[in-house]
């Protein structure tokens, strides 16, 4: 049987290293900031506070800028609050431009001195509808640029159900609408608007990533922030929102903040140690009608507290108070005033506004708040 030949397999060759699978072809990225994520994008552990420190946007050159909500409150005045499944006849049914951040804003317009450059701005979204052009109109009309609140298509305004009673005390459920609409490339679209202030002021009716992108604007930009924890979340504040210039809360947002009930100053106080150690450069906490504390470190680090009494007036309508003292006292931070000054300005300005019903036709002038100040 012939033999077959063997195949006689070659030793194979010698391997080449493997080419690197090259690279997808990707189109370079237009140059604009991510979309803020609010944890933990936003929380900036070199953070210095700015109050007591010069703004970097001179004092005849910036005002105020609020981001925040513009909403149409529907009030109606009752006897008392209905309890759960309860019916009440009320009365005096109003319609009134308001919302935290209109609020503020027409507060800031009011109060602050006139001239080309101490300009009040306001960024936010209204609906396309009647209450949206009724709510810029009333802005315009108390002093605030409006080029930066944008008209949002087949979407409505917010709006807020309120309810006051005989006391004053009121109860407020708000729809959102067009405010929900607000984003983080909106803020970033307005931020010449924020660089161009001395002090910017935000809330907690708008969507937290657009809050956390204003506050991350003014802070790379020098400009003192002013955060007003309302509503305040039930489960807690995001971690990047503590990090703000001022922090101020009333009696309630500080326990939903804090876990601690404020009955007192002493409770204030230790309220604010809690809120410092998360980051805030000061607290500013709104007492009602005793005024405010205020809660801070000194040079050497050690915290101190400060009692600025309030001024006893007629309570008709509280609604207006707390955006009332926030916008009084973002007008006198830009204006240069210290810090004690300032919250008793803005205690007046709270005071006033307690004295009239509604919310944005609540709100005092300057001269009242003067007035009120010098005991006059």
Same mark, same amino acid.
């Given at each position: 049987?012939?033999?077959?030949?063997?195949?006689? #397999?070659?030793?194979?060759?010698?391997?080449?290293?493997?080419?690197?699978?090259?690279?997808?072809?990707?189109?370079?990225?237009?140059?604009?900031?991510?979309?803020?994520?609010?944890?933990?994008?936003?929380?900036?552990?070199?953070?210095?506070?700015?109050?007591?420190?010069?703004?970097?946007?001179?004092?005849?050159?910036?005002?105020?800028?609020?981001?925040?909500?513009?909403?149409?409150?529907?009030?109606?005045?009752?006897?008392?609050?209905?309890?759960?499944?309860?019916?009440?006849?009320?009365?005096?049914?109003?319609?009134?431009?308001?919302?935290?951040?209109?609020?503020?804003?027409?507060?800031?317009?009011?109060?602050?001195?006139?001239?080309?450059?101490?300009?009040?701005?306001?960024?936010?979204?209204?609906?396309?509808?009647?209450?949206?052009?009724?709510?810029?109109?009333?802005?315009?009309?108390?002093?605030?640029?409006?080029?930066?609140?944008?008209?949002?298509?087949?979407?409505?305004?917010?709006? #807020?159900?309120?309810?006051?009673?005989?006391?004053?005390?009121?109860?407020?459920?708000?729809?959102?609408? &067009?405010?929900?609409?607000?984003?983080?490339?909106?803020?970033?679209?307005?931020?010449?608007?924020?660089?161009?202030?001395?002090?910017?002021?935000?809330?907690?009716?708008?969507?937290?990533?657009?809050?956390?992108?204003?506050?991350?604007?003014?802070?790379? &930009?020098?400009?003192?922030?002013?955060?007003?924890?309302?509503? #305040?979340?039930?489960?807690?504040?995001?971690?990047?929102?503590?990090?703000?210039?001022?922090?101020?809360?009333?009696?309630?947002?500080?326990?939903?903040?804090?876990?601690?009930?404020?009955?007192?100053?002493?409770?204030?106080?230790?309220?604010?140690?809690?809120?410092?150690?998360?980051?805030?450069?000061?607290?500013?906490?709104?007492?009602?009608?005793?005024?405010?504390?205020?809660?801070?470190?000194?040079?050497?680090?050690?915290?101190?507290?400060?009692?600025?009494?309030?001024?006893?007036?007629?309570?008709?309508?509280?609604?207006?108070?707390?955006?009332?003292?926030?916008?009084?006292? #973002?007008?006198?931070?830009?204006?240069?005033?210290?810090?004690?000054?300032?919250?008793?300005?803005?205690?007046?300005?709270?005071?006033? &506004?307690?004295?009239?019903?509604?919310?944005?036709?609540?709100?005092?002038?300057?001269?009242?708040?003067?007035?009120?100040?010098?005991?006059?």
């Amino acid at each position: 049987m012939p033999k077959v030949a063997k195949k006689i #397999a070659r030793p194979p060759a010698k391997a080449r290293p493997a080419k690197p699978a090259p690279k997808p072809v990707v189109a370079p990225k237009p140059v604009v900031a991510p979309k803020p994520v609010i944890e933990p994008e936003f929380v900036d552990s070199s953070f210095k506070p700015q109050v007591g420190r010069a703004s970097r946007v001179p004092i005849d050159q910036g005002g105020v800028v609020v981001v925040g909500s513009l909403n149409m409150d529907v009030v109606v005045r009752a006897e008392v609050m209905p309890a759960p499944g309860q019916t009440v006849m009320g009365h005096d049914l109003m319609q009134n431009p308001g919302g935290k951040g209109a609020n503020q804003a027409t507060a800031a317009g009011k109060l602050s001195k006139k001239g080309k450059h101490a300009v009040t701005r306001m960024v936010g979204r209204v609906g396309d509808d009647a209450f949206g052009i009724k709510m810029i109109a009333a802005l315009q009309n108390a002093g605030v640029e409006t080029g930066s609140v944008v008209t949002t298509k087949n979407t409505p305004s917010g709006t #807020a159900l309120i309810i006051v009673d005989r006391h004053g005390e009121n109860s407020i459920v708000v729809a959102g609408g &067009a405010n929900s609409r607000l984003t983080a490339a909106d803020l970033l679209a307005q931020r010449k608007a924020i660089e161009a202030s001395r002090v910017l002021a935000v809330q907690l009716e708008s969507p937290f990533d657009a809050v956390a992108c204003a506050i991350a604007i003014a802070k790379q &930009a020098g400009v003192l922030t002013i955060l007003d924890p309302a509503p #305040a979340p039930l489960d807690g504040l995001p971690e990047s929102l503590f990090h703000v210039d001022i922090l101020s809360p009333n009696q309630t947002e500080a326990q939903l903040i804090t876990g601690i009930t404020v009955r007192n100053v002493d409770d204030a106080r230790r309220a604010g140690e809690k809120m410092l150690a998360r980051g805030t450069g000061m607290v500013v906490l709104k007492m009602g009608s005793s005024g405010a504390v205020i809660v801070q470190r000194d040079e050497k680090g050690a915290i101190t507290h400060k009692h600025v009494l309030g001024f006893k007036v007629p309570v008709v309508d509280t609604t207006a108070a707390g955006d009332s003292f926030t916008g009084a006292l #973002a007008v006198a931070l830009a204006e240069g005033l210290p810090i004690e000054q300032a919250v008793r300005f803005a205690n007046a300005a709270g005071a006033l &506004a307690c004295t009239k019903p509604g919310a944005a036709s609540a709100i005092p002038t300057r001269a009242q708040v003067e007035a009120l100040i010098a005991g006059i």
